[in-house]
Nanobody, 120 residues
Framework: QVQLDESGGGLVQPGGSLSLSCTASGTMFTINAMGWYRQAPGMERELVARIVTYGSTEYADSVKGRFIISKDSGLKTVYLQMNSLKPEDTAVYYC??????????????WGQGTQVTVVS
């Protein structure tokens, strides 16, 4: 079992910044990718940013240049620094970690979600 512990999020004005963090724990052999998704009311869950084992990153076009994803492999933690926030960034943000556990079975773990609200 892999558990994800998310923190961060909250309420911020447009143009402000917030940071999210997510720490994975449990029986993991390897982590292949860590990322953040978000889901706004009435919308489908979408990829925000993802970072893979060797550090390459992928961002949604809507957040490029404003959000930065990073990780600490030793701490099994992924971070999302969100700058220049816009009202359209308002959503529940979910951490996602994929990899293999110690039985060499693939896992795809999700966090409980954390609310980010951008409002004047």
């Amino acid at each position: 079992q892999v558990q994800l512990d998310e923190s961060g999020g909250g309420l911020v004005q447009p143009g402000g910044s917030l940071s999210l963090s997510c720490t994975a724990s449990g029986t993991m052999f390897t982590i292949n990718a860590m990322g953040w998704y978000r889901q706004a009311p009435g919308m489908e869950r979408e990829l925000v940013a993802r970072i893979v084992t060797y550090g390459s990153t992928e961002y949604a076009d809507s957040v490029k240049g404003r959000f930065i994803i990073s990780k600490d492999s030793g701490l099994k933690t992924v971070y999302l620094q969100m700058n220049s926030l816009k009202p359209e960034d308002t959503a529940v943000y979910y951490c996602n970690v994929v990899g293999y556990n110690t039985n060499f079975r693939a896992f795809d773990a999700w966090g409980q979600g954390t609310q980010v609200t951008v409002v004047s």
